[in-house]
């Protein structure tokens, strides 16, 4: 089973920057869907951002033109650039990628104001 291990998160303040970093086990998302959802406590785990894997992207309202998702094949690897960070962006946030089995751990973002 693919495992995921999600990194990167952290505190900032409001506008700070992060990227999270996503690997993978085995090499999985070259010709897949992928993406970054985050959930708070209590909370249905949302989307924050796909690509396709033709390229093509969609954001969540909420983070259009302050996030960016990107992945690199060859590391086996997926972004999430962050920037202008908001309060209510601090959430858990985990990676994603089509027919996926089980979720990771996670990677804590918490921005404070």
């Known amino acids: 089973q693919v495992q995921l291990a999600e990194s990167g998160g952290g505190s900032v303040q409001t506008g700070g920057s992060l990227t999270l970093s996503c690997a993978a086990s085995?090499?999985?998302?070259?010709?897949?869907?992928v993406g970054w959802f985050r959930q708070a406590p209590g909370k249905q785990r949302e989307l924050v951002a796909t690509?396709?894997?033709?390229?093509?992207?969609v954001y969540a309202d909420s983070v259009k033109g302050r996030f960016t998702i990107s992945k690199d094949n060859a590391k086996n690897m997926v972004y999430l650039q962050m920037n202008s960070l908001k309060p209510d962006d601090t959430d858990v946030y985990y990676c994603?990628?089509?027919?996926?089995?089980?979720w990771g751990k996670g990677t804590l973002v918490t921005v404070s104001p």
């Open positions: 085995e090499s999985i998302f070259s010709n897949k869907a």
């Open positions: 994603w990628y089509g027919g996926m089995k089980s």
């Open positions: 690509a396709a894997s033709g390229g093509s992207t």
